[in-house]
């Protein structure tokens, strides 16, 4: 099993829509949570930190659920700028490594 | 301009041609790290620095080799490139070891190797 696993889409959606995506972690021990946003054949850029009682940043919602062992991602008004994949991102308490999900490709259609 | 660079941006080159890539960053930071990037895999880490003279492996370092001389470079070195060895390659730094979760990447590399 992928230590980090996210479903790769792609998920189309028209302007405007609310769109979630999940990412599961197989290591309890994974301490810090991230997203990453990726677009076409260019290189990735931290979106937002996930925290524990959850966190927003403008459209941008990022969840945790430890108990299930999954974080989450949901845009509400998708814009057209929003097309990208969409990493998630996984930090071990100790690690000095970040673990990245293969990343959820998004199209946000007009 | 902060930033991350590397060098070059696209190569094709044959088996077993000794090549190396290069990065570097200009935010003196001290974490940086290779990654590579691979349809349905997603990126794996190659190798990663703490500091000067401080490297150690990550998930797939295997066909690869790292320095870490100075602060501001970190080249990766291909001794003997294999086709399993075509990919995407990302070098990245972040300001250190504790805040590794904001890594900030170079373009990307695209190598092929026939």
């Known amino acids: 099993r992928k230590e980090v696993e996210q479903d790769p889409g792609p998920f189309n959606v028209p302007e405007g829509a609310t769109v979630a995506f999940n990412c599961t972690y197989s290591?309890?021990?994974?301490?810090?949570f991230f997203w990453y946003r990726q677009d076409c054949r260019k290189e990735p850029k931290l979106l937002m930190s996930?925290?524990?009682s959850g966190n927003e940043d403008g459209r941008f919602t990022a969840q945790l659920n430890r108990a299930s062992q999954y974080i989450s991602l949901l845009i509400r008004d998708s814009k057209l700028s929003d097309s990208a994949t969409y990493l998630c991102v996984v930090i071990k308490s100790s690690a000095r490594q970040l673990t990245f999900g293969s990343g959820t490709q998004l199209t946000v259609l007009p | 301009e902060a930033q991350v660079t590397q060098n070059p941006r696209y190569l094709i080159t044959v088996t077993g041609k000794k090549l190396t890539v290069t990065c570097s960053q200009n935010m003196n930071h001290e974490y940086m790290s290779w990654y590579r990037q691979d349809p349905g895999l997603g990126l794996r880490q190659i190798y990663y620095s703490m500091n000067v003279e401080v490297t150690d492996k990550g998930d797939v370092p295997e066909g690869y080799k790292v320095s870490r001389k100075e602060k501001r470079n970190f080249p990766l070195i291909l001794e003997s490139p294999s086709p399993n060895q075509t990919s995407l390659y990302f070098c990245?730094?972040?300001?250190?070891?504790?805040?590794?979760?904001?890594?900030?990447f170079g373009p990307g590399t695209r190598l092929t190797v026939t």
């Open positions: 996930v925290y524990s």
């Open positions: 990245a730094s972040s300001l250190s070891g504790t805040a590794i979760y904001e890594q900030y």
């Open positions: 290591n309890s021990a994974s301490q810090s």
